[in-house]
Structure formats: C-alpha cells, structure tokens
C-alpha cells in the first residue's frame, strides 16, 4: 500500500475518533450544566419554602396564644350563648348553619338576655334579624381580633433578637425536609446571620469544603429591612452529587481514548513495517553488491587456476592465492557482521574483556588503515594524551568498533579528495575519551539521530558508489554501550564527522 493512501486512512480515522470523543466530551459538560442549574434550581425553591414555612409558624404561635388568652376570659358567657342558640335551634323551623352557631359563641354582650322562642311567623322574623346581627358583631370582632394579633407580630415579634425568633434546631429539620422533597439528599452545611452580616449560627459540623456553592434565602423578609436574617446554606459533596450523574459516560470516554491510542501505535507499527520493508529490501540489495565482488573474484580467480600457463608461472600462482586470501578474508568480515547483529538481537553476545591500552588499541587499529588512507593521498594523525589509558574491554570487539569508524571515515570522504583522519585520546577525572574526526563530506542534521540505527543508510541521491547493510554504527553504538560507555557524534554538512567514545578507565 502507498504511503499516500496508509496517510488519508490515518488521517480520516484520526479525525473521526476525535470528532467522537469532542461530542463525548461536549454532551457531558451539557450535562453538567444542565444538572447544576437543576440543583440550584431545586435549593432556591427548598430554601424559598423553609422561609415561608417559618414565617407561618411564627404567625401560627402568635394567633394561637392570643386566642388561647381571648378563650379564657370569655368560657363562662359563651356556655350561656350556646346553650340559647342550642334551644332556638331545637324548636324553630329554619334552624342557622354551623358557621352562625360558631360565631355566635363569644359575644354574649350582642345576645338577648331572654330569647323566647314562639312559633308565629312575626317572632321567627325578629329572632332572624337578632341572630344577623349578633353574626355581623362577632364577624367585627373577629376581624379586630385579627388586626390585633397582625399588629402584634409586627411589633413585638420582629423586635425580638433573631437568635430568640429561631428554633435552629427545627430550621434544619426544615431544611432537611424541602431538600429532600426536592431530590436532594446529599449532606449540607448551613449558617444564620443578620442583614448586617453578623452570624447568630453555626451547624456543629460545618466544614469550608465546597463554599463556592453557597445559596442563600432572606428570613422574614416582610420584616423591616434591618430585622431580617440571612440563611446561607453550602454542600460538601456537590461535585460527587454532579459526577454521580455523569459517571456513566466516563467509560466510553476511556474506551473511546483507548481505541485512538491503539489506533495511533497501529499506525505508527505501520509505517515502522513499512520502513523495515523498505530496509530489508534495501538490505538484500546491499548484502547481494557486497556478496558478488569478493564470490565474482573467487570465483574468476579460480578459473584462472585451471589456466595451465598460470599455475606454471609461480608469481602468477602466489597473486591468484593472495587475492583468494583477500576476498575470502572480506567475505568472511561481511558474513561475521551480520551474525554479531543477530547475536546482539538475541543477547547472545559474549565478551571476553580484559585489561588494555586504549593508547595502543588505537595505534593498532591505526596502523592497519595507513596505506588505505595514503593511497586517497590523505593521511592519519594521532594525538596520545590519555594518562589513564587502562580500560577493561573485549579486544576484538572493541577493536572492530575503531575499525568500523575509520572504515566509515574513508567510505564518506569528498569524491576526488584525500581524506585526513585525526584519531585522539584524553582524560577527565571518570572516563577516558578517543575520537575518530574526518574532513569528509559530514552528516546532515536530520540524519543524526538516526545513523545509530540498524540498518540505517544516510541517502546519497543517485551515487550508490558506497556499499553497505547500514550494520556498522548500529555495531559500534551496541559494543560501546554494553562496555558501560557512550558515543556521540558531531558533524557539519559539508566539512566533516567527528565520533567520541567515552569509557570508564580502571583506576589504581
């Protein structure tokens, strides 16, 4: 599949989860908010009723003492009353409703002192229009007994303090009540104060968790404006109240997070496949190159044996040899470079370290390049200033590490120019350092973070005059680092590469 097309399917299937996961997102704040203006909603009306509510008690106690008082003075006269509206009733025609016969009761000064009751139709009329007027009386009066009482509340119950008017105890009963009448039964933490701001109480629990949601009800608001109280209420667990709501959906958000993570890691394992793809066919193609010249000089090398005029002529014979001696050597050095990876891969490597010199390790390694350099009209420079050159190190390796950076020196040097290598080494206080810097063609920016991967190849365009599996850094990055040490690179596009290994030296 194309890139092109492996991209536009990502790219739709990302949008898509992220467009799912916004709605998600979006319908549960909507959720939110629609549940907090409910909540409010349900407190305001729970709080507005508690006002009321106690403003009825209030007015309730007051009527029921003054008619309790009024009820006293007057039990004796209204026995008399009832009795006479009891024998009216008894013998006349019409009779009165319970309503006439209760209003009757307490004014005995608007009732007869003798009511005789006769059954012509002149006395039936005079009694009817007494009883009337005994009715209208005790309506005046039971009117006036109301005012009383109004004008009673006004000016002697608001001039109470309001911690007197208040039974707290029942206002949280009451407050409990219309809340859950109201759906809600989450715990709640309240205060009383006046208008001034004074606070006259405080619930024994209360607790400043959840302050920022704070309602609050005016008391006895028909009160004069400076005898009113404030009741502010708050609760500790709204948040759990809200999210209890919401709790639901929190799954398919995950699952909807967890399938455009997995959905990224697929694509992203996608192109990492497609890139290997790409690798290993680059690979084959690069370990076939590689292959055929020392097997194509073997093998004509060998036709030539079979020439009786070669095998007469001993020089002739002793070239045939060492160029059979030579490309075996390079094959067998490409065949050993792919199994060390894979021996790396598998964990499989085994060293065998012991103490050396990286001084001399370093002019060894040297020495073998000499005439492979010269022969580009270059040359290598060496600059010993390790002091504390021990290392603990498995020679061939480690030897085949240096190899790997001066053979990498002279593949990618400048086409047509000698190649000058300077090889150093010095000392810090923990580690010992050597580094491998070339004059060559350098290593581009983006590039540099991946020359360390196994069978990375930093592209050259259309020149394909370097052969290579991309194995070599990916060799030297695995022997350094399993050596306990680190390799860095440093490199301009154009002027040239320098490698430096670090490693732990063996102190005294």
């Known amino acids: 599949m194309k890139k092109k097309t492996i991209w536009s399917i990502a790219t739709i299937m990302g949008l898509s989860f992220l467009a799912l996961l916004f709605l998600q997102i979006k319908y549960i704040s909507e959720m939110v908010g629609m549940k907090k203006e409910q909540f409010d909603e349900s407190v305001k009306r729970s709080l507005n009723q508690v006002s009321r509510n106690l403003e009825l008690n209030e007015t309730l106690r007051f009527l029921e003492k003054d008619v ?69 009386n005790r309506y005046i009066y039971q009117k006036a007994l109301l005012d009383q009482v109004v004008l009673s509340i006004l000016y002697s119950a608001s001039e109470k303090p309001l911690e007197e008017r208040l039974n707290f105890r029942l206002l949280d ?63 500790p667990q709204m948040n759990k109240y809200i999210f209890s709501s919401i709790r639901f959906m929190i799954p398919a958000i995950v699952f909807t997070f967890i399938l455009l993570i997995t959905f990224i890691f697929t694509i992203v394992v996608v192109f990492r496949q497609k890139r290997y793809s790409e690798i290993k066919n680059d690979f084959i193609n690069n370990m076939t190159h ?10 004509l090398a060998a036709q030539m044996l079979n020439d009786e005029a070669i095998t007469k002529s001993p020089d002739m014979l002793k ?26 891969d598998k964990h499989d490597a085994i060293f065998k370290k012991k103490q050396l010199d990286i001084n ?27 002091i504390e050159s021990a290392i603990y190190v498995d020679e061939m390796h480690f030897s085949n590490a240096i190899f790997n950076l001066i053979d990498n020196a002279v593949k990618y040097r400048k086409p047509d120019h000698p190649v000058n290598l300077l090889l150093r080494t010095w000392n810090d206080e923990q580690n010992v350092y050597l580094s491998v810097e070339d004059d060559g063609q350098g290593i581009k920016k ?3 973070k991946k020359i360390f991967e196994k069978f ?31 390799i860095k690179v440093e490199s301009e596009y154009g002027k040239g590469t320098k490698f430096t290994i670090s490693l732990p030296f063996i102190k005294d």
């Open 68 to 136: 309790s008082a009024a009820a006293r003075q007057r039990v004796t006269s209204d026995t008399a009353v009832v009795s006479a509206l009891d024998l009216y009733q008894t013998h006349g025609k019409g009779g009165y409703s319970s309503f006439e016969s209760k209003t009757s009761e307490v004014r005995p000064g608007t009732v007869p002192k003798l009511l005789i009751v006769r059954n012509d139709r002149s006395s039936l009329s005079q009694a009817s229009k007494s009883m009337e007027e005994m009715v209208r």
């Open 173 to 235: 009963k009451e407050l409990k009540v219309e809340l859950q009448n109201n759906g809600i039964s989450i715990p709640y933490h309240f205060t009383v104060a006046t208008q001034e701001g004074q606070e006259v109480y405080r619930c024994p629990d209360y607790s400043d968790v959840g302050e920022e949601y704070t309602y609050e009800e005016v008391l006895y608001r028909n009160d004069p404006s400076n005898k009113t109280g404030v009741v502010r209420i708050h609760f």
């Open 290 to 299: 590689e292959l055929k010249t020392p097997i194509s000089s073997i093998s």
């Open 319 to 344: 070239r045939m040899a060492g160029a059979i001696q030579e490309e075996s050597k390079r094959l067998r050095f490409l065949v050993e470079k792919v199994l060390q990876m894979s021996m790396f």
């Open 360 to 386: 001399e390790l370093m002019e060894n390694v040297a020495n073998t390049f000499v005439l492979r350099v010269e022969h580009t009209g270059g040359k290598i420079h060496t600059e010993v200033g390790a």
């Open 446 to 448: 983006e590039n540099l």
């Open 456 to 486: 990375y190849r930093v592209h050259t365009g259309n020149v394909h005059d370097v052969k290579g599996f991309g194995l070599g850094l990916a060799y030297v990055k695995n022997i350094v680092t399993l050596h306990k040490g680190d």
